[in-house]
């Protein structure tokens, strides 16, 4: 792995000043009320919309753990990526009633619909689930990424897993607090092209290392295949089609990671095109981060890359 250079540090020391300054101008804003703090005033355009969605969606254990699973598994992980055409059925059945109801969160919308025990139930629900997935998940795979990336290991006797992992935590909650939605709305519009660029990038400097995808398919061999028998101990794909389909209309219709940012939308038109520009942006980790993932796998066949885990195949 190439090392940490001075332009690496320049250009990561202006994406965080960017993000910095994204915090300053919010705050400047003078939020007026909770509107304004939690749903960014609702007045949201369709691309700040959708862009939130995306980037919300793909965090570090997209680039860890998506990678990791195409430098294992190949292309069958994909399936779950392409089920994020539900998110038009956020956009055209589900949007309507969150928007009119005007609610801020799902638990409050359960308590309009049914009554507050119905509130309770999901508000504990989401919390463990967060706390014990998605949170634990992206804490580990952005100390991974950042003591791989930096290249190290260690920092004043403390491994630098536990650095990076702890400096996301801090960093992430003191910009939200500080900043509310609309100034994760729009760090959001900053990092969505940032993220699709430069893993464009890994992916083009990956297939010319490789000698292109004719020789990753040969390398990957069987794992080059999308649809893999109902006998497969991993991703049969009676389990891949019905599984998968079911847990991703829980995710992008009703978890309010998702459904925050339709309700910071102007109206329900700004809401449904969000929806679409989100389903678009969705079609692309197949190709910037499982794909990259298969080519390290082929490097490593070739004796060009040296990783110890799968979960290092998008880092290195």
Same mark, same amino acid.
Request: hydrophobic content about 55%; aromatic content about 14%; charged content about 15%.
């Given at each position: ?28 804003? =003078?939020? =007026? ?22 980037? +919300?969606?793909?965090?570090? !254990? ?13 292309? @069958? ?34 308590? =309009? ?15 463990? +689930? ?35 992992? #702890? ?15 609309? @100034? ?14 430069? +893993? ?8 010319? =290392? ?6 990753? !398919? ?39 990671? #998702? ?16 929806? #679409? ?40």
């Amino acid at each position: 792995m190439v090392a940490f250079g001075a332009l690496d540090w320049i250009v990561l020391l202006g994406f965080f000043a960017g993000l910095a300054a994204i915090v300053v101008w919010v705050l400047l804003q =003078k939020e =007026k009320d909770t509107t304004d703090y939690f749903l960014a005033g609702r007045d949201a355009g369709w691309l700040a919309v959708g862009s939130s969605i995306f980037a +919300s969606n793909i965090g570090s !254990e997209h680039l860890v753990g998506l990678a990791g699973a195409g430098y294992e598994s190949g292309m @069958a992980m994909a399936h779950w990526e392409m089920h994020a055409w539900l998110i038009l059925v956020l956009g055209w059945v589900f949007v309507p009633f969150y928007e009119r109801s005007r609610v801020f969160t799902m638990p409050e919308f359960l308590e =309009k619909r049914y009554h507050s025990g119905a509130r309770s139930f999901l508000s504990l629900i989401s919390l463990v +689930s967060y706390v014990l997935t998605k949170v634990a998940v992206t804490v580990y795979a952005g100390g991974v990424v950042f003591k791989t990336v930096l290249g190290i290991d260690s920092w004043m006797g403390i491994d630098f897993f536990w650095i990076g992992a #702890i400096s996301l935590v801090l960093i992430t909650g003191l910009f939200t607090v500080l900043g509310g939605m609309k @100034a994760v709305l729009y760090t959001s519009v900053l990092q969505t092209p940032v993220l699709l660029i430069g +893993s464009i990038v890994i992916l083009i400097v990956g297939l010319i =290392k490789v000698g292109g995808w004719g020789e990753v !398919e040969r390398l990957v061999g069987s794992n080059i295949h999308l649809i893999r028998p109902a006998s497969d101990p991993n991703f049969p794909w009676t389990g891949v089609l019905l599984g998968s389909a079911i847990i991703g209309f829980w995710y992008w219709c009703t978890d309010q990671y #998702i459904v925050q940012r339709t309700l910071s939308a102007k109206n329900e038109t700004h809401a449904r095109r969000g929806a #679409i520009f989100a389903g678009y942006l969705k079609l692309s980790p197949v190709f910037i981060f499982l794909m990259p993932g298969m080519i390290a796998y082929a490097l490593v066949q070739k004796g060009v890359l040296r990783i110890e885990r799968a979960d290092q195949a998008f880092p290195a």
